[in-house]
T-cell receptor, first 114, second 117 residues
């Protein structure tokens, strides 16, 4: 069990640029979640997958955001035409199926928009 | 929609003492899960303890225990014999069992705990 891995740890970009983050879940976990955490706040749900299927998207996920999980393994979160308000920590979590299964979190990717 | 409220933005405790962090939540459901997560500075969030709503017995994990008051919709975390390594942000979280629990967590805003040597 190597844990949930996220890449990069930090991303600094100019407003208007596109960015992509990657999450590698724990290998046997079929559920994968993306959250966003801004300073002084708790994580807020963005979207989640069961295997390769994206089952739910939050209203926080505007049209500029897209997430994929090809083949049900790693996942990517892309933000197009970044805005100042996108600056945040983006957290990935994974879990086994089952109502009592806890979510395991990665270290997160901190995005800073100049 | 469910909401989670942590009314204490910051707390401090002397090393070896006991501290209690508060959490209240709002839901119309009768069955659900509650969690406390710990997020140390610049480190990943880890699960501290969880409680199933249909279980009346309060969960305990070593120095960590909860006081679950279902009728009051209250879920506080007690840390006994506090250690320097307990310093972190603590988040209370809610999860419905609807849809077989195939749902995300709803988090509170967190409580920053400082431990004084």
């Amino acid at each position: 069990d190597t844990g949930v891995s996220q890449d990069p740890r930090h991303k600094i970009t100019k407003r208007g640029q596109n960015v992509t983050f990657r999450c590698d879940p724990i290998s046997e976990h079929n559920r994968l979640y993306w959250y966003r955490q801004t300073l002084g706040q708790g994580p807020e749900f963005l979207t989640y997958f069961q295997n390769e299927a994206q089952l739910e998207k939050s209203r926080l996920l505007s049209d500029r955001f897209s997430a994929e999980r090809p083949k049900g393994s790693f996942s990517t979160l892309e933000i197009q035409r970044t805005e100042q308000g996108d600056s945040a920590m983006y957290l990935c979590a994974s879990s086994l199926a089952g109502v009592n299964q806890p979510q395991h979190f990665g270290d997160g990717t901190r995005l800073s928009i100049l | 929609a469910q909401t989670v409220t942590q009314s204490q933005p910051e707390m401090s405790v002397q090393e070896a003492e006991t501290v209690t962090l508060s959490c209240t939540y709002d839901t119309s459901e009768s069955d659900y899960y509650l969690f406390w997560y710990k997020q140390p500075p610049s480190r990943q969030m880890i699960l501290v303890i969880r409680q199933e709503a249909y279980k009346q017995q309060n969960a305990t994990e070593n120095r960590f225990s909860v006081n679950f008051q279902k009728a009051a919709k209250s879920f506080s975390l007690k840390i006994s014999d506090s250690q320097l390594g307990d310093a972190a942000m603590y988040f209370c979280a809610y999860r419905t069992v609807f849809n077989s629990g195939n749902t995300p967590l709803v988090f509170g805003k967190g409580t920053r705990l400082s431990v004084i040597a």
